[in-house]
């Protein structure tokens, strides 16, 4: 059931500046970055990473919206460009894709998340924001932002970070910090080898989800004396929370809550195939976590006009459970569960596909039998494949994750590899 959060569509909102941290190089995603970054990775049978940050601006009424590009940034790019130009000029909204610029005399790239931010400043200042609010452009979640930032202003922070629980085996990967009765920050730790938990629930810690209120002044004098500092990595996580807490600055949590229901605290951060892998399958689950079918906060994104999914049985019985199909899909005669197969793939007859990520292009030869597999972007599998039931065989060709999730892409496969647009017309337009 959709919730009935409150929307502060408010001044709050209206003089808020979002900044997407986009260009990160997503190593742990392994083969799935090699031509595109973290951000641009599809997921969710039609979606990029990315579409959910940008539609929690828009449902929040954020619509100043910068995203910053540095590594293999040409898909994201051509991704906002196409599915992210719908906003009005004319009201003062935009999405401004910012790519790295090396503006500094020692024309580096970015440092860290704070060196990215500044390198930004002038452009941040142009717009003449009241409040600045930094995001990750790398996590799957709905949350209204301008709950946080009504947050932020009623607790006369100087410094407000988003905060969920996770369990505490997982919190070696975040920044975690301990709040006293009012929500006040009086601890944290970037990845910790040994986190604190929650006083009250000792299997989880309070991790930080890289999402920051500021008003513009506090943030530019942050900046500025970071970039001063010789001895800083310049992160937020690393440097610039635990001075401000050293300095006394009020540095407020805020808990993070979904905003229309499902599972109140669901929050993902796909940074590993096996997490990747996870998540995708969640939302096939009987019941998952995120509703990505929520009218009332869609999840925008581009796709090109494709004709609706097709399952061709010829009179013999096609089995599918727990599986989404996008459009575009041609489906012979075959057995599907716990699969997401994205745009334009085709499965030939005979397939038996268990535990599948088919990513957009895909085409499965007749016959191939595919269990705990990803299939990066445009794979051929000729007929009679068969991958996921034997791992010292496929370890020869394919990457294996931790959890023994396959993964595969056309370079493995032997056919043409490297960076390919999003959408090629199958034949060259005529002269």
């Known amino acids: 059931m959709p919730g009935t959060a409150k929307r502060f569509v408010s001044r709050l909102t209206l003089n808020t500046l979002a900044l997407v941290l986009a260009g990160g190089r ?19 049978g039609k979606f990029r990473i990315v579409d959910f940050t940008l539609s929690n601006c828009l449902n929040s009424g954020i619509r100043r919206i910068c995203v910053l590009t540095q590594y293999k940034s040409h898909s994201l790019i051509q991704h906002l460009l196409r599915g992210w130009n719908r906003l009005s000029a004319e009201q003062g909204e ?54 946080m930032l009504a947050a932020h202003v009623g607790a006369g922070a100087d410094f407000t970070i988003a905060c969920n629980p996770v369990p505490l085996a997982d919190a070696v990967e975040f920044g975690v ?30 991790a930080s989800m890289g999402i920051y209120v500021f008003s513009l002044k506090y943030l530019r004098e942050q900046l500025q004396r970071d970039a001063e500092d010789t001895t800083s ?56 976590p995120i509703d990505i079918y929520d009218p009332t906060w869609p999840i925008t994104t581009y796709q090109p006009q494709l004709p609706s999914a097709q399952f061709i049985g010829a ?4 089995r599918v459970e727990d599986v989404m199909v996008s459009g575009g899909c041609v489906i012979h005669q075959s057995d599907l569960d716990k699969c997401v197969i994205y745009s334009n793939v085709k499965v030939g007859e005979g397939c038996d596909l268990q535990g599948v990520l088919a990513l957009p292009g895909c085409e499965i030869g007749a016959g191939s039998r595919l269990k705990g597999v990803i299939l990066d972007n445009e794979c051929v599998l000729p007929e009679g494949t068969v991958i996921g039931e034997n791992s ?3 370890r020869q060709r394919f990457h294996i994750s931790e959890r023994g999730v396959v993964v595969v892409n056309r370079e493995m496969l032997g056919q043409e590899g490297g960076y390919r647009p999003s959408f090629v017309p199958e034949t060259s337009p005529p002269p």
């Open 26 to 44: 997503g190593r742990r995603l392994g083969v799935l970055t090699d031509w595109r970054t973290k951000p641009a990775v599809p997921f969710g």
């Open 94 to 147: 935009f999405i401004d894709v910012v790519p790295a610029q090396q503006w500094l005399d020692d024309e580096t790239w970015y440092q860290g998340t704070a060196d990215a931010v500044f390198q930004t400043l002038d452009i941040i200042e142009a717009y003449h924001p009241e409040y600045v609010l930094i995001l990750a452009g790398d996590h799957i979640y709905t949350m209204d932002y301008g709950e």
């Open 177 to 206: 910090m301990q709040v006293d009765g009012s929500g006040r920050i009086v601890d944290f730790e970037e990845k910790p080898a040994s986190p604190k938990p929650v006083p009250d629930d000792p299997g989880t810690a309070l």
């Open 233 to 288: 990595s310049h992160d937020f996580g690393k440097d610039l929370i635990p001075y401000a807490l050293a300095n006394g600055d009020h540095l407020q949590a805020y808990r993070f809550r979904n905003p229309n229901g499902g599972n109140a605290n669901y929050w993902r951060d796909v940074g590993t195939v096996d997490a990747y892998y996870e998540a995708n399958l969640e939302i096939v689950s009987a019941e998952p």
């Open 315 to 318: 009179g013999k019985r096609c």
């Open 392 to 394: 010292q065989v496929d």
